[in-house]
């Protein structure tokens, strides 16, 4: 099925409500990335795709899942631009979707008997709805 | 002053040290903490997403029960804070958020963010002060090399939660002279942990915290404080066993100021 790129892009920046045309491309949110290298797609790039009408590629992309939400690209961001909300959108778009969650609880062996509510409650909030 | 207190699900379970600490010392200190007659969990996350407005009520109504009772509420967890501080934003500037919530919520008087939400460090820098805290200290740290590990929650993004400096804080640093230790400044304090992450990938978080533990320790730190159960955890149970043990700051405040009973720290 095709994807209409523009009502994707749309729907992203709805839901990431930041103002990713004002990205220059200085990379700074992909340095202070802890989880930079990790990530398939750095953000620098995830903006840069959603600025030149990539967005499909990113619903691919494993780079949202990798994100821990820490808030070092927003605040660090020169031009004021939130990369993290964006991959929250990213995030979003695909666990809406019914039977689309990333991190069933079923699929977890074992939980550490130490292991905090707080850290529980965080990662099936960003995984699952 | 009426400090309303808002536990969270953590501190009434997994980190009581966290907050029974906080509890005996606010006494002590002359602000005696008045827990929320009822609450429910912040959702441990900040919904970003504009059009998530069931996930932003439980923090709502945390802080309308606070002004209903003052208007101060209190916070000790670095995400509760981060995400009441946050959700409290939204209320009192984005109007489709506040009129939607409030639509929900259906209050006598709708909420647009009065309510003022302090973290417990701000309560001891603002309100007590840390000359008076060291007059106060009767079992000083001494020689005791701290390193205060910030994380991400408490202080980003600093727009919104304004603790402190968000690049280079001191609040905590300025706590751990208070008490008579030395503080150690290292350049990872307020990078991120892994988080969640840890749920799904334990190797990440056991480098991310190799690199912040490596670093504090090369610094000259002996051990960590944080605000944060989910830091705590992920510092406790990741990087070389037995190095750096990491408590709630709380647990170095009673045990400066001699209020420390029998429970165990967060070893």
């Known amino acids: 099925m095709a994807v209409d790129e523009k009502q994707l892009t749309e729907d992203i920046l709805r839901l990431a409500a930041t103002d990713v045309r004002r990205c220059m491309q200085c990379g700074r949110c992909s340095a202070n990335c802890p989880e930079g290298f990790k990530m398939d797609l750095l953000p620098h790039r995830v903006m840069w795709d959603l600025n030149s009408g990539h967005a499909s590629e990113l619903l691919e992309a494993d780079a949202p899942w990798q994100c821990l939400s820490c808030m070092a690209c927003e605040e660090r961001c020169p031009r004021g631009v939130s990369p993290a909300r964006v991959m929250e959108a990213l995030r979003l778009l695909q666990i809406r979707q019914q039977g689309n969650n990333k991190l069933p609880a079923e699929s977890v062996e074992h939980y550490p008997s130490d292991m905090p509510q707080q850290l529980l409650v965080a990662a099936f909030r960003k995984y699952n709805k | ?267």
């Not at chain 2, 007590?128 to 202080?155: D, F, M, N, T």
Request: aromatic content about 8%; some cysteine.
């Open chain 2, 1 to 267: 002053m009426i400090y309303n207190y808002y536990p969270g699900c953590t501190l009434s379970t997994k980190a009581k040290q966290l907050d029974m600490a906080a509890r005996r010392c606010a006494e002590v200190l002359g602000f005696p903490l008045v827990e929320l007659p009822e609450w429910q969990c912040c959702g441990a996350v900040y919904p970003m997403a504009p059009d998530a407005i069931a996930e932003r009520l439980s923090a709502v109504r945390a802080l309308v029960a606070a002004r209903e009772n003052g208007g101060v509420l209190v916070t000790l967890c670095s995400a509760c804070y981060h995400v009441i501080k946050r959700v409290n934003h939204d209320m009192a500037t984005n109007a489709e958020i506040r009129q939607k919530v409030n639509n929900y919520l259906q209050l006598e008087e709708p909420y647009a963010g009065e309510t003022r939400v302090l973290h417990y460090l701000e309560v001891l820098r603002d309100e007590i002060g840390w000359e008076k805290l060291a007059q106060l200290v009767s079992h000083p740290l001494k020689e005791r090399r701290v390193g205060a590990y910030y994380g991400c929650l408490l202080l980003r993004p600093g727009a919104v939660l304004a603790l402190d400096d968000v690049e280079s804080p001191t609040v905590m640093e300025a706590f751990i002279k208070a008490l008579g230790a030395e503080p150690v400044i290292y350049s990872m304090r307020n990078e991120c942990c892994g988080g969640y992450l840890a749920l799904k990938d334990k190797a990440q978080c056991e480098k991310l915290v190799s690199d912040i533990k490596n670093n504090a320790a090369s610094c000259g730190a002996q051990e960590l404080v944080t605000a944060c159960p989910l830091c705590a955890y992920n510092l406790t149970a990741n990087g070389a066993a037995g190095s750096l043990p990491t408590r709630y700051f709380t647990e170095l405040l009673a045990e400066a100021l001699g209020v420390a009973e029998s429970e165990g720290g967060a070893e």
